[in-house]
């Protein structure tokens, strides 16, 4: 695996959609940014800006009826939308990770926490939930998603995120609709998380003052 | 406590049995509930309890009226009818309680991938089903059967594959809503694969869809062997099924009624009761929008 290039690189990036008169609608227009290894990125805009898209494009997924007009995504040298469906799959989850914006409907809430493919996965899901500071990872496990609060359900979706051990980390405004205090501690638990496991790269998408807290100086 | 797969069995035993105890709580649900388990549990217990052989003929006997011998009169050749009429639902019960689940389960699965892959291919496979849903069922069905013969082992199949075209629709009607949700677009940035997305995303937020549904195309699959059945392309005599022997009897309906009413109150009994089952279930899971209506 390379570790000296740029980790994420996104050129001259349009994407949008063709509205019922036929005419193109972009929501994200020529976008350029890089991240190198160990570099921290905020990205700060209003509502509505093109914060999630472009946080999924880096992923190389867009969601039904957006397309990219023009523009490249690289992920460690590689063009991620000329990659195959399971060459993504491998990808995303894995080297490249993302924290959803809203936790509490991001986690499938028919789901228990802890509904896990195989038994042998509980250990290794429990210590992940350890490392976000989860007080007893076993009753977290049982729970439904709509029984922790939403600090606990984003925490689990670090713990998610962290998984993979990912190389990159995008984070989709992670303390949205959080208390002040959970504000405070997601942000922290990042960095001390990246910090203590010497990952590459964590792009960090934000919002409001709580991006330039999470991250060096934004550039959009 | 660590959800073992013990503790996610209770937690659906649980569920089922609150959903159970939610459609008996309505009038609807009650009765309707009542006569499928009547039904299901006389095609059971029918060939212990039946008084007379289902192909014993008793020619001093033809289309004699109700007596304390024969409680539904006898038909044209002299056989008993309760003991027909009891006996009658096994054949259709057993070809339905097959084909019916099937058809869920292959339409659903056809129905989520479409709604899920979306695109040009979904509205392709679309409209071949709206073609399917335009040809009159009998016709399709007649196709089939006539050219592959009338067992169990084509009419099986033959109802699942047409009732599982209706299943497509509704279950691909269910599912965008539940595709646009951020858990999907989670799963999708997870890397999850098309098929764990329909497994663990996309199908326990249909499958509420899609049991209402069971319950509906169950009661028309019903319908439709019988009508086989009637028209002479279900089961073979003498097997006793309602359609057969409301072809046989329809002949001697102006002075012997009994050997059309005994098969027609059985089968409309367990069709009504069918339909008021799914009215309650759709209630009890929240898809029916007069949900708050008591029936």
Not at chain 1, 79 to 103: C, M, N, V, W, Y
Not at chain 2, 94 to 117: D, N, R
Request: with cysteine; proline share 6%.
């Amino acid at each position: 695996m390379k570790m000296d290039g740029n980790v994420i690189e996104i050129h001259d990036l349009s994407v949008g959609f063709t509205g019922r008169s036929g005419a193109t609608l972009p929501v994200l227009r020529n976008i350029d940014l890089t991240v190198r290894p160990g570099e921290s990125l905020g990205i700060v805009g209003e509502s509505g800006s093109g914060k999630s898209t472009l946080a999924l494009a880096a992923m190389g997924f867009l969601k039904r009826g957006l397309r990219r007009l023009n523009g490249s995504v690289s992920f460690l040298d590689h063009d991620i939308f000329a990659r195959t469906r399971p060459e993504l799959e491998k990808i995303r989850g894995g080297q490249l990770a993302l924290i959803p914006q809203d936790s509490g409907q991001s986690l499938t809430h028919t789901l228990r926490i802890g509904a896990l493919p195989a038994a042998e996965h509980t250990a290794r899901a429990t210590e992940l939930l350890r490392q976000v500071r989860l007080p007893d990872p076993a009753a977290i496990l049982s729970g439904f998603p709509h029984e922790l609060s939403g600090g606990q359900q984003q925490r689990v979706a670090v713990a998610m995120a962290l998984a993979g051990e990912p190389r990159a980390l995008l984070l989709d405004e992670p303390t949205t609709g959080l208390d002040v205090t959970t504000q405070a501690h997601i942000p922290e638990l990042l960095r001390d998380i990246a910090r203590t496991r010497g990952w590459a790269v964590a792009l960090s998408i934000a919002v409001r003052w709580r991006a330039t807290d999470a991250a060096k100086p934004a550039r959009t | 406590m660590t959800a073992t797969p013990a503790s996610r069995t209770n937690t659906r035993l649980s569920r089922v049995a609150a959903v159970l105890g939610d459609v008996m709580s309505r009038p609807s649900g009650a009765i309707g509930l009542t006569l499928v388990a009547a039904h299901v549990v006389l095609a059971l217990i029918s060939p212990l309890i039946v008084p007379y052989g289902y192909t014993t003929m008793n020619s001093a006997m033809m289309l004699t009226g109700p007596d304390a011998a024969h409680w539904l009169g006898t038909d044209h050749l002299g056989r008993n009818v309760f003991t027909r009429v009891l006996l009658g639902g096994r054949e259709a019960l057993s070809v339905t309680g097959i084909a019916t689940p099937v058809a869920v389960i292959w339409g659903g699965f056809v129905g989520i991938f479409f709604g899920l892959v979306g695109g040009r291919i979904d509205e392709v496979m679309m409209r071949v089903v709206d073609a399917f849903l335009s040809l009159p069922w009998i016709l399709k069905m007649l196709v089939l059967i006539v050219t592959l013969g009338t067992g169990i082992e084509v009419l099986i199949p033959t109802l699942a594959f047409f009732y599982g075209i209706p299943v497509i629709r509704s279950a691909r009607a269910g599912t965008p809503a539940v595709v646009a949700r951020d858990c999907v677009s989670a799963a999708r940035a997870r890397g999850h694969g098309r098929m764990t997305i329909i497994r663990r995303e996309l199908l326990p937020n249909v499958l509420d869809t899609l049991m209402v549904e069971g319950a509906m195309r169950w009661s028309w699959m019903l319908l439709a062997f019988s009508s086989l059945s009637f028209l002479g392309f279900g089961v073979s005599p003498p097997t006793p099924d309602w359609g057969l022997m409301i072809a046989d009897a329809r002949g001697f309906m102006s002075f012997a009624p009994w050997g059309v009413l005994g098969p027609v109150i059985a089968l409309s009994s367990l069709i009504i009761g069918i339909n008021l089952t799914a009215d309650a279930l759709a209630k009890a899971l929240g898809i029916d929008r007069a949900q708050k209506a008591p029936v």
